[in-house]
């Protein structure tokens, strides 16, 4: 059984075919530059916009597993060309092979299309996968954070420094990208319980964190005792403008995902959780938040 991938070489990616490789399972997996060969995976060059690709990449495939996708973009235009365009090619691509089974990764910031770009750049996508004619399954993972991640590193940063200011008043789920990665490649084979369904995991804490006992608990992972200072939404706002002055095109707080940000509710809907006879999260979040933090030190990125 050979499961067609996108997003590959990605922070989750990586860590499914990680997951793959451990239970035997060959991969096809899109990918735009060259890559170190790998036990099981077979790279398939191309992009989401590259139409012959993406055939050769589902062509036979038991299962096609959608993970790439744009979280940073200057404008809506650009979150729409990467997360709808791209999703929309990859099931034209599908139906063309006859492929039956599309896994989605979308994002929790579906939820409220309003609020942000990214978010309605994900709902569309959503919409497309749900009336594709293929067995579907979407994904709605909250914050994930794990080895090899980007989004979640400053906070870590700045935990080393005693100091981790967050948004207030808010609560969030989060989940560790390995716990996802067994999600995902459970989900390949489609069952009644799963298929044409959107669930939304999380790391099993009823209620999510609020953004105050996260900080303190990335705090603990990093051996510090934090101070967790709230910020209004009018705060998180202008730093989004002083970060995109300081760093310009390569800022991380853009306006839209300040927008994301202050939103008070991004916690894992309990009608949508994953049945738990099918899976459960295995890693406890103050183990996989302190192996995270040795993971970076190790690598450098503290």
Known sequence: MTIAITGGTGFVGQSVLDEARRRGLAVRALTRKQQEPRDLVEWVGGDLEDKAALSRLVDGARAVLHIAGVVNAPDAAGFE???????????????????????????????????????????????????????????????????????????FRAAKFGVVPMPGNGRASIIHVEDLARLLLDLVEGTPATLNRMFEPDDGREG?????????????????????????????????????????????????????????DWVSSQDKRVPPELWQAQVATQRGLAATGQWYRDKGWL
């Open 208 to 264: 999510g964190w609020s953004h105050t006992d996260l900080a303190r608990s990335i705090g603990a992972a990093m051996g510090r005792r934090v101070w967790t200072p709230q910020l209004p939404p009018w705060a998180v706002l202008a730093a989004a403008r002083l970060d995109r002055m300081v760093r310009g095109g390569k800022a991380k707080l853009t306006l839209d995902r300040a927008r994301y940000m202050i939103h008070p």
């Open 81 to 155: 060309h990467g997360n709808v365009a791209g999703t929309q090619n990859l099931l034209t691509a599908a139906r063309g092979v006859q492929a039956q089974r599309m896994l989605f990764v979308s994002s929790l910031s579906a939820r409220e299309p309003a609020l942000s770009d990214y978010g309605r750049s994900k709902r569309l996508a959503e919409e497309a996968v749900q009336v594709s004619g293929l067995d579907w399954t979407i994904i709605r993972p909250p914050a994930i954070y794990g080895p090899r991640d980007t989004e979640m590193l400053d906070l």
